[in-house]
Nanobody, 128 residues
Framework: VQLVESGGGSVRPADSLRLSCAASEFSLDTYAVGWFRQAPGKDREAVACIENWNSRTFYADSVKGRFTISTYNTQNTMYLQMTNVKYEDTAIYYC??????????????????????WGQGTQVTVST
């Protein structure tokens, strides 16, 4: 399993940004895949997850209504559309999967390091 994130950068508050997570050596369309982020000095946290087999999506309260997770199966790529970004969205963003059909582990397991596959991360910085 390989996951490669891209799309990070520096943006201003209230701007929009789209992150991508390209998958290879496995097919996204039957698994749950999530986005995590880790801000300086803070623990890694799950921000969004999609169960691709049924298209159910889940979001952390901190991003609900501002971020949208989606998958384009033909491209085997997952996206995180970020809108109305805030200073507190500054972090390294990672995509991850445990190759399970449920988002349960991604969303609720505090031992995030137990999630099986990770990308290398992409930096998002929100500043003026």
């Amino acid at each position: 399993v390989q996951l490669v994130e891209s799309g990070g950068g520096s943006v201003r508050p209230a701007d929009s940004l789209r992150l991508s997570c390209a998958a290879s050596e496995f097919s996204l369309d039957t698994y749950a895949v999530g986005w995590f982020r880790q801000a300086p000095g803070k623990d890694r946290e799950a921000v969004a997850c999609i169960e691709n087999w049924n298209s159910r999506t889940f979001y952390a309260d901190s991003v609900k209504g501002r971020f949208t997770i989606s998958t384009y199966n033909t491209q085997n790529t997952m996206y995180l559309q970020m809108t109305n970004v805030k200073y507190e969205d500054t972090a390294i963003y990672y995509c991850a999967t445990d190759q399970e059909d449920s988002c349960r582990e991604i969303l609720f397991n505090p031992k995030w390091w137990e999630i099986g596959s990770w990308g290398q991360g992409t930096q998002v910085t929100v500043s003026t």
